[in-house]
């Protein structure tokens, strides 16, 4: 998986005088738990941006003023409501010898035959839970629709790798190609047609 760095700065002070005075500065106040303790910091808003606002998942390298350097991913965000500028984060420390469970897009992959025939790709979950060592992590889960007919689906237990474990249900759909309003209306109206015709060999 891909990583990116955000340089920030640790924190003493964390009550709510501070960190209103940190977002006027153009700071987001974040908390870093899985450790021995948690590690507050802050670092400018603008650092975030690839990390927040994209479709992509990423683990975090935190490196701070003092000199320490830890892994992590995101946990949590607080959006403000109306603006949606971000107000705080959580990260969770990564460890290379313990599991994570993050949450990555699913990429489509080849071409449904019951699309070609007028269906219609519905995805039904654009991310999946998976859990993995940091270093097995997948930049996302890969769905091969190639072999989906009409009316078919592809769930979670026909999707993944062997480098990591998916956190779903085995029911749980990932995509489905439904039957189009045009094609149902084009059957309809064929079966309508069969069962005016003559039987064969009869004459009208």
Known sequence: ???????????????????????????VPCVLY???????FSAEEKAFKTLVYTPNAHTV????????????????????????????????????????????????TGVSKGVLAGGVLRLNNRKLKVKALPKNLPDFVEADITPLEMGNKLY?????????????????VVCQVRISRAAMKAAQEAAKAAKGAPAKGKKK
């Open 156 to 172: 979670v237990t026909q999707v993944g790798a062997p480098e990591y474990a998916i956190m779903h249900p085995d029911n749980t």
């Open 61 to 108: 390298v935190i490196e701070l003023e003092n000199g320490k350097s830890l892994n992590a991913i995101l946990q949590d965000i607080q959006v403000h409501p109306v603006s949606d500028k971000i107000l705080h984060l959580d990260f969770f420390q990564t460890f290379e010898d313990k599991e994570v469970t993050i949450e990555v897009p699913v990429k489509v």
């Open 34 to 40: 899985g450790g021995d303790q948690p590690v507050h």
């Open 1 to 27: 998986m891909k990583s990116i760095t955000i340089k920030g700065s640790e924190r003493e002070s964390v009550g709510k005088v501070a960190t209103k005075a940190l977002r006027n500065a153009g700071a």
